[in-house]
């Protein structure tokens, strides 16, 4: 990545942090100040509640229950009872315009009517209450005596016979405008209930207040995030510089370790490639030297020596073909040559080619292959390549008189095909395991031969991965490593 790039992407970083900042900034002094409406809200709502309540209890402090008693329908509204309770509520609607309706109820005194039924008593009389030269539309009607009122939606109402209550909020009351009510009962000498007061106060000075304390709340919101903006965009400012330092710094420090890994990368390649070559190199050499002393070696022994010179020279072919595959892999220009291929035949083919190195090992090979043989699409070279490198690998950490087997087994229903090899050394710890099929990457065990594990298993794990399949490394039972090789 260049200097520029870094720099560009700390920088989008860093005010990707700033907008994280600010969004939570604003989410934070929104809920605030959200909750700081709603508690104003609530204490204004609990002042005009309590206020409601004191205007009922005082009107209901004020009248006499036995002229409510002497009210039982429109033809007692000539009565001076009538119009003295009129007069008194008429008075005290004047003393505040915030009130919008002061009338008297009672429970219906019609045949089967239900708790919730009540009826008007005493009602205000058209008046323009609000002296705007004009009796309004909620100024023209008045509610007659004994006229039919549905309280079931306000339960504040139906429990005012026992004691004083109001509204919890603003509520709908059609054909009436929104109103916040309190009720108070209306007691005779015995203290019985003869009719509640009720106190509607209007709905539109409530919301008037609200509106001005949403304006003066708002703006102190507003003030604050502009405060806070600028903090932040000076955090920001500072962050960037100090980023830019920063990548900068760090962008020589990459650059160094690039530079130290792949020095120690050239060295360990260079040290695995002389390690993995010198042995079959050794046994070529051996072997010439003894056919070269003439009368030495007898013609029998010379041919088997031919032979297993060939074998060192096919391994060390073998070896340079699995750096050509690797190189092909890591420049993408590896394509596989997927033919139907009976892997079971493989494997035995391979057991005849190893059979010179098991036998110098003293090592023996077991097959688990199924009678039956069966055709999978695979590339036959590289799955040579593979079964090579795995038993290379098996016969390394394989002491003397112990056992190499190689199970196949054909895929069943949701299975892939699963090839397995398996020797009888000291095993591999879980840490080395993950290890095993990286480059360069070596086991914390050391096999019986002294060899460390090479690109055989990196090939391994690059040809598996070509098909699609799967290749890892498990514990044997009761002792070793199993190597498992899972195709689609």
Same mark, same amino acid.
């Given at each position: 990545?260049?200097?520029?790039?870094?720099?560009?992407?700390?920088?989008?970083?860093?005010?990707?942090?700033?907008?994280?900042?600010?969004?939570?900034?604003?989410?934070?002094?929104?809920?605030?100040?959200?909750?700081?409406?709603?508690?104003?809200?609530?204490?204004?709502?609990?002042?005009?509640?309590?206020?409601?309540?004191?205007?009922?209890?005082?009107?209901?402090?004020?009248?006499?229950?036995?002229?409510?008693?002497?009210?039982?329908?429109?033809?007692? =509204?000539?009565?001076?009872?009538?119009?003295?309770?009129?007069?008194?509520?008429?008075?005290?609607?004047?003393?505040?315009?915030?009130?919008?309706?002061?009338?008297?109820?009672?429970?219906?005194?019609?045949?089967?009517?239900?708790?919730?039924?009540?009826?008007?008593?005493?009602?205000?009389?058209?008046?323009?209450?609000?002296?705007?030269?004009?009796?309004?539309?909620?100024?023209?009607?008045?509610?007659?005596?004994?006229?039919?009122?549905?309280?079931?939606?306000?339960?504040?109402? =139906?429990?005012?016979?026992?004691?004083?209550?109001?509204?919890?909020?603003?509520?709908?009351?059609?054909?009436?405008?929104?109103?916040?009510?309190?009720?108070?009962? #209306?007691?005779?000498?015995?203290?019985?209930?003869?009719?509640?007061?009720?106190?509607?106060?209007?709905?539109?000075?409530?919301?008037?207040?609200?509106?001005?304390?949403?304006?003066?709340?708002?703006?102190?919101?507003?003030?604050?995030?502009?405060?806070?903006?600028?903090?932040?965009?000076?955090?920001?400012?500072?962050?960037?510089?100090?980023?830019?330092?920063?990548? =900068?710094?760090?962008?020589?420090?990459?650059?160094?370790?690039?530079?130290?890994?792949?020095?120690?990368?050239?060295?360990?390649?260079?040290?695995?490639?002389?390690?993995?070559?010198?042995?079959?190199?050794?046994?070529?050499?051996?072997?010439?030297?003894?056919?070269?002393?003439?009368?030495?070696?007898?013609?029998?022994?010379?041919?088997?020596?031919?032979?297993?010179?060939?074998?060192?020279?096919?391994?060390?072919?073998?070896?340079?073909?699995?750096?050509? =595959?690797?190189?092909?892999?890591?420049?993408?220009?590896?394509?596989?040559?997927? #033919?139907?291929?009976? #892997?079971?035949?493989?494997?035995?083919?391979?057991?005849?080619?190893?059979?010179?190195?098991?036998?110098?090992?003293?090592?023996?090979?077991?097959?688990?292959?199924?009678?039956?043989?069966?055709?999978?699409?695979?590339?036959?070279?590289?799955?040579?390549?593979?079964?090579?490198?795995?038993?290379?690998?098996?016969?390394?950490?394989?002491?003397?008189?112990?056992?190499?087997?190689?199970?196949?087994?054909?895929?069943?229903?949701?299975?892939?095909?699963?090839?397995?090899?398996?020797?009888?050394?000291?095993?591999?710890?879980?840490?080395?395991?993950?290890?095993?099929?990286?480059?360069?990457?070596?086991?914390?065990?050391?096999?019986?031969?002294?060899?460390?594990?090479?690109?055989?298993?990196?090939?391994?794990?690059?040809?598996?991965?070509?098909?699609?399949?799967?290749?890892?490394?498990?514990?044997?039972?009761?002792?070793?490593?199993?190597?498992?090789?899972?195709?689609?």
């Amino acid at each position: 990545m260049t200097s520029k790039t870094c720099t560009g992407f700390c920088m989008f970083s860093v005010l990707r942090r700033y907008w994280l900042l600010l969004g939570m900034m604003v989410l934070t002094v929104a809920l605030l100040f959200i909750l700081l409406y709603f508690s104003v809200r609530a204490t204004f709502i609990k002042g005009v509640r309590e206020y409601a309540i004191f205007v009922s209890s005082f009107v209901a402090s004020q009248l006499n229950a036995e002229d409510i008693r002497q009210i039982n329908g429109p033809e007692d =509204m000539v009565k001076e009872a009538y119009l003295r309770v009129q007069r008194y509520l008429v008075s005290v609607k004047k003393l505040d315009k915030d009130i919008k309706y002061i009338y008297i109820m009672r429970h219906s005194s019609s045949p089967n009517a239900k708790p919730t039924d009540f009826e008007y008593v005493v009602d205000l009389p058209v008046i323009d209450f609000n002296e705007n030269g004009v009796i309004d539309e909620d100024e023209k009607k008045m509610e007659l005596p004994k006229t039919h009122y549905d309280a079931s939606r306000y339960p504040a109402l =139906m429990n005012s016979y026992e004691k004083a209550s109001a509204d919890e909020d603003v509520s709908p009351d059609p054909p009436y405008p929104d109103l916040l009510s309190a009720y108070c009962p #209306i007691k005779d000498a015995k203290g019985q209930t003869v009719a509640i007061v009720g106190v509607d106060i209007t709905a539109a000075t409530i919301n008037l207040f609200l509106a001005s304390s949403k304006i003066a709340i708002a703006s102190c919101g507003i003030i604050v995030l502009l405060l806070l903006f600028s903090v932040a965009s000076l955090y920001c400012n500072h962050r960037i510089s100090a980023t830019r330092i920063r990548d =900068m710094n760090e962008e020589l420090s990459q650059k160094n370790r690039k530079l130290e890994e792949n020095l120690w990368l050239r060295n360990e390649f260079s040290r695995t490639i002389v390690h993995d070559m010198r042995n079959p190199l050794f046994v070529v050499w051996g072997y010439t030297e003894l056919l070269a002393q003439s009368g030495v070696v007898k013609e029998e022994e010379a041919l088997d020596m031919l032979k297993l010179i060939g074998t060192q020279v096919e391994r060390m072919k073998g070896f340079l073909e699995d750096m050509l =595959m690797l190189a092909k892999s890591e420049s993408g220009n590896l394509i596989l040559n997927k #033919i139907p291929v009976d #892997i079971g035949s493989l494997i035995k083919a391979e057991k005849e080619n190893f059979a010179p190195l098991l036998q110098l090992a003293e090592v023996s090979m077991e097959l688990d292959i199924p009678k039956e043989s069966r055709l999978v699409e695979i590339d036959r070279e590289l799955f040579s390549r593979i079964l090579d490198n795995l038993i290379s690998n098996a016969l390394k950490f394989s002491p003397k008189n112990s056992t190499i087997t190689i199970a196949l087994e054909y895929p069943k229903e949701g299975m892939h095909t699963r090839l397995r090899v398996c020797d009888q050394g000291s095993g591999i710890s879980n840490d080395s395991k993950e290890k095993l099929f990286k480059q360069f990457g070596t086991g914390s065990v050391r096999p019986v031969s002294g060899k460390q594990v090479g690109l055989g298993l990196i090939f391994c794990k690059m040809a598996v991965d070509a098909h699609h399949g799967r290749i890892y490394a498990e514990d044997n039972k009761p002792k070793g490593c199993a190597m498992i090789v899972e195709i689609p």
